[in-house]
C-alpha cells in the first residue's frame, strides 16, 4: 500500500516456470497482492507461483489480453493496478517509478518505457523495435500523443481502466489502452525503466509466426480505434 491505496500486481503467464519466481521474489514488499494469470501453461508455472505465495488465478482461453483482464477481474479490490510480464525481463523492484505518480496523484496511468530507459544488448529485437516505432508514430500522426514505447510494465489507476472499457484480448491490448487514455484525456506519464533479455524463448519476437501475428494485430487494434 502506497500514500493508503491498495496495489495489485498481475502477471499474465504462459510456460514461465524458469522466470516466475524471480519476478515474484524481486516485487517490492508493499504490493498488496499479486495475481499470477495462468494462461494455459503446461510446465510448472501455477506450481512455482503458488510456492512463492501469489495467488494464481487460471485463464485457459489464450491470449495476453484475455489474461491481463481476467487478472483485473480478480482484482476488485485494488486502487492501483501493475502489469508486469513473467519472463523476467522487466525489473519488478522499479515498480515504484510507475506507481508514485498515481500515488501521489500526478498521473492517471504510467507506462514504463524501455527507450527511455535502458536495455541490454539483445533484449529488444530489432522487429520490436520497429514495431514500437511505428506504432507510436501513428498513434502522435492519428491522436496528437508522443508515446516512446508500448512496454508491458505499467500502472493504471483501478478506475481508469474501467472507464476505457478495453475490447481487445490479444497482443493489441496495451496498444489499445495507450489508445484510449489519450482519447478520454486522462493524465498520462511515461517513465524510464530498465530491461534485459528474458529467461526462455520470447513466444511472440522468438518465432516469425509469433512477430507478424503481434504486428498485424497492434496495427489492426491502432486502425479499430480511429472508428
Known sequence: MINGLSVAVII?????????????EDLPSWVDEVIVVDNGS???????????????????IRGYGQACYTGVAHACGADIL???????SDYPDEAARLVAPIAEDRSDFVVGSRVRGSHARGSLTLQQRFG????????ASFWGYRYTDLGPFRAIRASTLRALCLQDRGYGWTTEMQIRAVQKGYRILEVPVSYRPRIGRSKISGTVRGVVGAGFKILLTIFRCLR
Open 82 to 88: 501493475v502489469f508486469i510480464d513473467a519472463d523476467y
Open 42 to 60: 503446461t510446465d510448472r508455472t501455477a506450481e512455482v507461483a503458488r510456492k512463492h505465495q501469489a495467488r494464481v488465478v487460471s485463464e485457459p
Open 12 to 24: 499474465p503467464a504462459l510456460n514461465e516456470e524458469k522466470a516466475i519466481g524471480r519476478v515474484l
Open 132 to 139: 514500437n516505432w511505428l506504432a507510436c508514430r501513428l498513434i
